[in-house]
């Protein structure tokens, strides 16, 4: 069992920044990739970020790409995502995934996920 716990969503203006934690306790050695996804209201969940947790290979969706930077404290078994230059279209809940799958159209399948922390920006 593998148990993830998000942190660090919060109201900005666009252009801001936020930066989310994902606390992964549990059996987290044996997860091939973790990520974060997200969801707004209405909408379907969309894969934004994912990290092979092996050699730190990355993966954005191009929504993202250039303002999100994923990355991983394996000494705390942290799990981070650095938002820059935020827009409201950006609003959705966070969540933080991990298990076998990697790649942004796969970090939503995964088997563990988190119960998300709220991003909202207002224009």
């Known amino acids: 069992q593998v148990q993830l716990v998000e942190s660090g969503g919060g109201s900005v203006q666009a252009g801001g920044s936020l930066r989310l934690s994902c606390a992964a306790s549990g059996y987290t050695g044996s997860q091939r990739c973790m990520g974060w996804f997200r969801q707004a209201p209405g909408k379907e969940r969309e894969g934004v970020a994912s990290?092979?947790?092996?050699?730190?290979?990355?993966d954005y969706s191009d929504s993202v790409k250039g303002r999100f930077t994923i990355s991983r404290d394996n000494a705390e078994n942290t799990l981070y995502l650095q938002l820059n230059s935020l827009t409201p279209e950006d609003t959705a809940m966070y969540y933080c995934?991990?298990?076998?799958?990697?790649?942004?159209?796969?970090?939503?399948?995964?088997?563990?996920w988190g119960q998300g922390t709220q991003v909202t920006v207002s224009s």
């Open positions: 990290i092979r947790t092996r050699d730190g290979v990355s």
């Open positions: 995934a991990a298990g076998p799958l990697c790649g942004i159209g796969n970090i939503v399948k995964n088997t563990y």
